[in-house]
DNA sequence: AGGGTAACAGACTGAAAAGTCTGTTTACCC
DNA sequence: GGGTAAACAGACTTTTCAGTCTGTTACCCT
């Protein structure tokens, strides 16, 4: 049974770099043999484990980019008390990691989103997948919010996820450039800003 | 002197399809010959009027997506009273013709600075200085805004402003997939939301 | 009107890259 | 320990693409 463990583990290592190359050197930049020289595999050893660019593409982010999203960005939030301040954290935490320049795969995904765009309509679906698993989620945490009086019953939570996830896209997007620190400084103080009209007012 | 215009017509066409097809497939998966497929021209006609494909893109950067985010992104707002319903109206409008799946230049700016970030430095250079020059006329606009009575005193107009430029491009990255329309109904709506923050309160 | 140059055509070159194929090593099973 | 199949190595093929080069057409100037 060490065979099965050994496919498994050089997979995982395959899909790992795979991703990090990926990301650093956009899809189409990168070729086969860029990853595996990063990995010291062969050609051989690749296409034994994966059909395809594309279908290796897909693997990437089926297991691994899905999963990471979910941890970093959507299960923080899930089922707590208080989504705003929960979100506010999680934003933040996401915008350090990616200050000191590790993969936020936030960014990963909304990066191959636009690569992707009006190119393969089958990678898009699996790519807008994660961004829906993320935007529903959001929704369910602002509606029990609602009910746990942490969040003005008035707003629209569809609304307000949406513009969320687009204003953390895009702000992760102008950190490309150096001052990232001050962007991520100015951002979650727009954003507490922001949250000041979504938040439950009592009534005095 | 009929040369001269002939010569400046054939690269204006050559430039302003190369920005579609760009912006359609990716600087990195078009090829030049994709571009002269479109342009029914050939190879010798191109590398008479341009180096190589690197200069060609630079100079479709300056030439026209600088003057196109201008004329429609800040332009619009510069100098007007009011800054705050103009920056709404100007950013709806830009989101109605990408709508209609016409280019909308600062979606097609922020598509380019994905992809080259990490890749080209000297083309993210030439791409951020608009990013800059957007970002300082917003900042001057909520200033005139402060002063003209229209935008609270106490706001931080430079976190204002790219919290502006990160949510417009970011809700742009989202409006790829089918339904753009309420996307954009959801995210002027926010907006709107967002701005009575910023909006100078009457003292009652 | 005809020489000269700008503007363009298109075959060609060299490099890169996806995918194939044949051979070799490594682990497992009897 | 030897047969067998999985796991891997790496040369090879085919296509694509950026850039070159030589030849041709159109325009301009005198």
Redesign the pocket.
Known sequence: ????L??MA?MQRIQTTGLEVFYQKGYFN?????ILKEL??????F???FQ???EYFISIVQNLLFRKVYSTLIEPIEGQEDPLNKIVVCFDNALETAEHNFLDYGFVLSNFITEFNGKNPDIMNYLQDILKVWEVNLVTALQKGKSDGFVNRHIDSEAVATYLIASYIGIRTLMVEGNSKMLRYKYIQQLRQYFRLIEHKEPA
Do not use: F, N, P
């Not at 049974?1 to 099965?4: A, C, R, S, T």
């Not at 990168?30 to 860029?34: E, G, L, M, V």
């Not at 010291?40 to 050893?45: I, R």
């Open positions: 049974m060490e065979k099965q050994k496919r050089t990168t070729s086969i043999d860029d010291s595999l062969s050609k051989g050893a296409y034994y484990h395809s660019k594309e």
